[in-house]
Protein backbone atom coordinates (compact mmCIF):
# COMPACT_ATOMS: atom_id res chain seq x y z
CA UNK A 1 0.00 0.00 0.00
CA UNK A 2 0.81 3.66 -0.46
CA UNK A 3 -0.31 7.06 0.12
CA UNK A 4 -1.85 9.03 -2.48
CA UNK A 5 0.06 11.82 -3.37
CA UNK A 6 -1.41 15.21 -2.66
CA UNK A 7 -1.08 16.76 -6.32
CA UNK A 8 -3.44 14.04 -7.15
CA UNK A 9 -7.04 15.39 -7.07
CA UNK A 10 -8.54 13.65 -9.86
CA UNK A 11 -7.73 9.86 -11.12
CA UNK A 12 -9.13 9.11 -14.36
CA UNK A 13 -10.38 5.09 -15.16
CA UNK A 14 -10.75 3.86 -18.53
CA UNK A 15 -13.64 1.53 -18.71
CA UNK A 16 -13.90 -1.67 -21.05
CA UNK A 17 -16.61 -4.02 -22.08
CA UNK A 18 -16.23 -7.67 -21.58
CA UNK A 19 -17.10 -10.17 -23.80
CA UNK A 20 -18.97 -11.90 -21.84
CA UNK A 21 -20.47 -9.18 -19.66
CA UNK A 22 -20.33 -6.63 -17.58
CA UNK A 23 -16.89 -4.32 -17.36
CA UNK A 24 -13.28 -3.92 -16.21
CA UNK A 25 -10.97 -0.76 -16.09
CA UNK A 26 -7.60 0.28 -15.37
CA UNK A 27 -6.41 3.73 -13.80
CA UNK A 28 -4.98 5.85 -16.18
CA UNK A 29 -2.61 7.53 -13.79
CA UNK A 30 -1.70 3.94 -11.56
CA UNK A 31 -2.05 0.94 -14.25
CA UNK A 32 -1.93 -1.22 -11.17
CA UNK A 33 -5.18 -0.03 -10.40
CA UNK A 34 -7.24 -2.73 -12.07
CA UNK A 35 -10.91 -4.06 -11.01
CA UNK A 36 -14.62 -5.12 -12.25
CA UNK A 37 -18.06 -4.43 -12.54
CA UNK A 38 -21.55 -6.65 -13.72
CA UNK A 39 -22.86 -3.44 -14.85
CA UNK A 40 -21.95 0.85 -13.77
CA UNK A 41 -23.33 0.67 -10.64
CA UNK A 42 -20.86 -2.36 -9.30
CA UNK A 43 -18.36 -1.37 -11.38
CA UNK A 44 -18.17 2.31 -9.60
CA UNK A 45 -18.43 0.75 -6.25
CA UNK A 46 -15.51 -1.65 -6.88
CA UNK A 47 -13.45 1.30 -7.88
CA UNK A 48 -14.08 3.14 -4.27
CA UNK A 49 -13.45 -0.35 -3.03
CA UNK A 50 -10.06 -0.82 -4.87
CA UNK A 51 -8.80 2.68 -4.43
CA UNK A 52 -9.71 2.40 -0.68
CA UNK A 53 -7.18 -1.23 -0.37
CA UNK A 54 -4.47 0.33 -2.85
CA UNK A 55 -3.85 3.41 -1.10
CA UNK A 56 -3.57 4.00 2.83
CA UNK A 57 -5.80 6.31 4.47
CA UNK A 58 -7.52 6.87 1.41
CA UNK A 59 -10.39 10.20 2.42
CA UNK A 60 -12.75 8.43 0.56
CA UNK A 61 -15.49 10.53 2.00
CA UNK A 62 -13.91 13.45 0.26
CA UNK A 63 -14.46 11.80 -3.07
CA UNK A 64 -16.79 11.87 -6.21
CA UNK A 65 -17.60 9.97 -8.68
CA UNK A 66 -18.82 10.63 -12.33
CA UNK A 67 -20.73 8.47 -14.29
CA UNK A 68 -19.58 6.29 -17.19
CA UNK A 69 -19.04 8.94 -20.02
CA UNK A 70 -16.62 8.24 -23.14
CA UNK A 71 -15.70 5.10 -21.61
CA UNK A 72 -14.59 6.44 -18.72
CA UNK A 73 -15.19 7.41 -15.31
CA UNK A 74 -12.62 10.11 -13.14
CA UNK A 75 -12.64 10.12 -9.29
CA UNK A 76 -12.24 13.23 -8.05
CA UNK A 77 -10.96 13.97 -4.62
CA UNK A 78 -11.41 17.36 -2.20
Do not use: A, H, W
Not at 19 to 41: A, L, M, S
Amino acid sequence: MSELPKNITKLTFRVYKETEGGFYTKCVEFPGIITEGDNEGELRKMILDVLDCYFDSFPIDRVKISDLKNNQIEVTVS
